[in-house]
Each structure stands twice: as C-alpha cells, then as structure tokens.
C-alpha cells in the first residue's frame, strides 16, 4: 500500500510502498483511510524543524488530521463494526506509571514529554491507505458529517481550549450580562487572532458558545475570508487596517483572546487590551525568531489587577474529540455553506509535494485516499 513518508536524515519527502497493516491484537480495528487534513505542523515537519520516526525507522509516515472507515475490527473492538467511520485522535501515552495523566488516559496531558503522536512523534500517521489502531482511541462520527469529519482534529483544540474556559471560569461569577428590561444583552467577546483553520474553526465554536467573536488576521485573500466569517456571525477585523488598540475600541471589553497565529509580538501586543477577569489561551507555536520586547510591567500589573488568565494548550483529549464532532455538526446545520468553504482543496496522494510545501494557498486542504 501506499504512503506519503518524510526521511529526516536525507531530507526527503516521498510516496513509499508499505505493507497492508494487520490487526494484531483482540482491541484493535483497521481502517480504511478516507481523508487526511494537511496542517502547520505537517509543513513543519517537511520542513525537518519537527516530527521523529517510530524508533528503529528512517522514515515517518505523515498526517494526523483524518477520517477513516472500519474495515475490520478485533474481537474486542469497542463494538463497532466495518463500514463505521472514526477520527482517530493523535496521541498516544507514555508507558511510565508515574505519569497520572497518561494513566488516566489523559495523554495531552502527559507530564513526561514521552507520549508519541501519530504521524509527528514516534509514531507513524495516516497518509496510507490503511492503518491498525487500538479502538479505545477511535472516536465514532456520524455518516452525516463525512463531508467536513476531517476537520474534527483541527476543531480538537478550540474545543479543548474552551472546555478549559469554562473550567477556569468557574472561579467566578461568569455568565452573559442582562440588562434590566432588556433581557440578555450580549455575551462575552472574544477576539480569535488568526484566521486560518484553526482561528476559523474556533471563531465558529466560540459563536455556537455565544461569545460575539471578532477574528483579527492579516490573512490572505482577505475579503473572502472577511465574508465567510461575517457569514457565521462573527466579525472581521482586518489587521493591515487596523492596529492592535483600534481592534480594541471595536470590541470594547475582550473577554477571551484565543490565538491561532503562533506569531508571539502579536500576541504579548494584546495582552494589554485584555478585559478584567479575561482568559488569554494560547494554541499557536511561534518558531524561534529571538527575543521581542515586552513591556513586563504593565502585563504583570494587568495580570494582578484584573484578574486576568493565559494558558496554553496542545493535542486534545476524548471529551475534546467528542465536542468537536457535536459542534461541526450545528455548524453545518447552521452554516452549511461556510462549513464546507473550510475544506478549499481535494487532492490525490500524488499531490503531496504541493500541499505540504505550502505551494496550493486556501484555508484547508485535504488528501483524498479512500
Ligand atoms: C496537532 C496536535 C499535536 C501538536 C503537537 C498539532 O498539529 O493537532 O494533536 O499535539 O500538533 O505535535
Ligand atoms: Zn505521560
């Protein structure tokens, strides 16, 4: 069977031919890859910055972002059976028993930094046409959502993010602000830095959890995405416009910054335009550029006299996984046509060369296996 296969020690990155994966074990299901999203981190890796080879292979099989169907399933498979399609989520535990997150299936938590991550450490991904996987780590998806299902990963970590919020949130009185007489005014506003699939995704998730969302982004082809935002109901802030304060007095109180740029000026620059009580949530990862200036003081006395909150957050969990698949699908009862706008380009396997150099432009783009 075929694979798309990065080779780190001679800098390669081609089409392998590997065996037919078999189902080794009573727990485990094999699946027919339909679909793999491509990502930041993908180029990343084909950019040799990232990504590690299972130990004892020169090679990594990429993709992390998919949607398989059942083909056959162990004895104990988690009672599904073929023809059901799954996301597989990406990350697998560390085997150290003092790890009480991982023990407790909690991997994107992991304290020991030796988890493995299909298709980026350690582990190979899905741009093959087959893969054997425990069930447990299979995450059933509905028929219904086979068109957009492969946007699930990517929408992992705002929903991780926002399951978080709320948590943190708890520390406080946290619901939308009514106006006597008027009922409920409005919500929280949150500012989505970025607007690529993981700032669209999450500008969508934000708006489904009532947050009057505002995506602020240097984007290319700008006024198509400036359109599609408005068509969920979020707003468009364009940053060649306007500047970091300007966005601030279009908002008013920011409530949330959720960043999905990676770019770490931008994001040190608005954390002084934070709100009291606000949450900032970081998901980007800026390559090491050098130090930027900072004014520390200002951000520490922000942070203490308002209450405020950043956290970062990576890979996601199965209650992630879950509120992804349960969101995406309001999202295309909703806004179907914005729903698909997301996903700009289907591609063969032989067009790996173009997408993961970054080369095919759009917003998310998709290798069609299955
Ligand atoms: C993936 C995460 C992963 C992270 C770091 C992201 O692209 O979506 O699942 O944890 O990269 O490797
Ligand atoms: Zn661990």
């Given at each position: 069977?075929?694979?798309v296969a990065v080779y780190p020690s001679s800098r390669k990155i081609g089409i392998t ?19 793999v999203g491509i990502c930041g981190t993908d180029k990343e890796i084909c950019r040799f910055d990232y990504g590690t080879p299972?130990?004892?292979?020169d090679f990594l099989v990429l993709g992390h972002e ?51 991550e299909?298709g980026i450490k350690g582990?190979h991904g899905?741009m ?68 690529g699939p993981v ?21 290319a ?40 740029v990676g770019a770490s ?19 980007g990862v800026p390559g090491r550029k050098g ?56 591609f063969?396997?032989?067009g790996f060369a173009d997408l993961l150099a970054g080369r095919a432009g759009g917003?998310k783009n998709?290798l069609?296996?299955?």
């Amino acid at each position: 069977m075929k694979a798309v296969a990065v080779y780190p020690s001679s800098r390669k990155i081609g089409i392998t031919d590997l065996p037919e994966p078999k189902i080794a074990a009573p727990t485990q299901v094999k699946l027919r890859m339909l679909e793999v999203g491509i990502c930041g981190t993908d180029k990343e890796i084909c950019r040799f910055d990232y990504g590690t080879p299972p130990e004892g292979s020169d090679f990594l099989v990429l993709g992390h972002e998919s949607l398989g169907e059942v083909v056959e399933v162990g004895p104990d498979g988690g009672g599904f059976k073929p023809g059901d399609l799954v996301i597989p989520s990406v990350r697998r535990p560390c085997q150290h028993p003092e790890c009480v997150a991982c023990r407790q299936g909690r991997q994107d938590f992991c304290y020991t930094g030796d988890f493995t991550e299909r298709g980026i450490k350690g582990r190979h991904g899905y741009m093959t046409e087959f893969a054997v996987d425990e069930a447990r780590y299979m995450v059933p998806v509905p028929r219904e959502l086979r068109e957009v299902a492969v946007l699930v990963e990517p929408l992992t970590i705002a929903e991780k993010a926002l399951i978080q919020v709320w948590n943190v949130q708890q520390r406080l009185p946290w619901a939308c602000e009514i106006v006597p007489g008027k009922g409920k005014a409005h919500c929280h506003r949150a500012v989505v830095l970025g607007a690529g699939p993981v700032g669209l995704l999450g500008a969508m998730a934000l708006t489904v959890a009532g947050f009057d969302t505002f995506v602020y982004s240097r984007a290319a082809g700008a006024e198509n995405r400036a359109k599609l935002v408005e068509s969920f109901g979020a707003h468009y802030v364009p940053a060649e416009t306007n500047s970091i304060d300007d966005l601030a007095k279009i908002v008013g109180t920011i409530d949330l910054v959720y960043e999905a740029v990676g770019a770490s000026q931008l994001a040190f620059d608005m954390l002084h335009t934070l709100g009291p009580n606000a949450v900032f949530v970081f998901t980007g990862v800026p390559g090491r550029k050098g130090p930027v200036s900072v004014d520390t003081d200002l951000l520490m006395r922000n942070l203490v006299l308002k209450n405020q909150i950043l956290f970062g957050t990576v890979n996601a969990g199965r209650e992630a996984f879950e509120a992804a698949i349960k969101d995406l699908s309001t999202f295309t009862k909703r806004w179907p046509d914005a729903t698909k706008a997301l996903i700009t380009g289907h591609f063969p396997m032989e067009g790996f060369a173009d997408l993961l150099a970054g080369r095919a432009g759009g917003i998310k783009n998709v290798l069609s296996i299955g």
